[in-house]
Every structure is written in structure tokens, then in C-alpha cells.
């Protein structure tokens, strides 16, 4: 049974960074591809970020470039999601997920197989 457990949500002023934590269980996740998605309230749940478990490249949509950075630590089996110069249009739940390598864009959220619980994130003006 595969679980992620999504952590390192909070409030934050605007302009100010957080990072939040994926903790992967239940198997080994040496070709699947973890990504990182968001829900506003009202809203579709959009892709945010995502990278290979093993080496490659990593993704990002266009309103999180160049502030937020995806990044693993294979021994901790952990994915992070660095989020610098916050925006209040960065709030939302913030979700991990986790899926094979080779299933189309890794910005489609319905490729995904695995979701953790989600963690909120709020960013006061």
C-alpha cells in the first residue's frame, strides 16, 4: 500500500517562503514520476511542479517558476516543495502524488495513481 503523507503547511505573510514535505511509503518509487498539484476553493486542481524519482528533469507551471523549487532526498524518501516570494494567489491545499514514468504529461493530474491527504497553505496579504 502505497502512502504519501504531504506536511509544512501553514499561514505566511506574502512575500515570505515555506516548504512543504512529501513522505513516501509503501514501496520503492525508483521510476515513477512525483509531482505536486494545488486546489483553490472554487477551483480544478492544477499542477504545480514535478521530477522524476531517479534522475531527470524537473517541471513546473509557468505561475510558479523561478519561486518554487521540487527537490528529493532518496534516502529519506522524501519529495520537498520549496516555495519562495509567496503570492495570496499561491493559496490553496497543496497535494503530493506519485505515478509510473511513462504515462503522458506529468502535468495531468488524472495520470496520477497515488495522492496524499493534502496540506493547506494560506498566504495573508
Known amino acids: 500500500q502505497v502512502q504519501l503523507v504531504e506536511s509544512g503547511g501553514g499561514l505566511v505573510q506574502a512575500g515570505g517562503s515555506l516548504r512543504l514535505s512529501c513522505a513516501a511509503s509503501g514501496r520503492t518509487f525508483g521510476s515513477d514520476v512525483m509531482g505536486w498539484f494545488r486546489q483553490a476553493p472554487g477551483k480544478e486542481r492544477e499542477f504545480v511542479a514535478a521530477m522524476p524519482w531517479s534522475a531527470g528533469s524537473t517541471y513546473y507551471a509557468d505561475s510558479v517558476k523561478g519561486r518554487f523549487t521540487i527537490a528529493r532526498d532518496n534516502a529519506k524518501n522524501t519529495v520537498y516543495l520549496q516555495m519562495n516570494s509567496l503570492k495570496p494567489e499561491d493559496t490553496a491545499v497543496y497535494y503530493c502524488?506519485?505515478?509510473?514514468?511513462?504515462?503522458?504529461?506529468?502535468?495531468?493530474?488524472?495520470?496520477?495513481?497515488?495522492w496524499g491527504q493534502g496540506t493547506q497553505v494560506t498566504v495573508s496579504s
Open positions: 502524488a506519485a505515478r509510473g514514468s511513462r504515462l503522458g504529461p506529468v502535468y495531468n493530474f488524472a495520470s496520477y495513481n497515488y
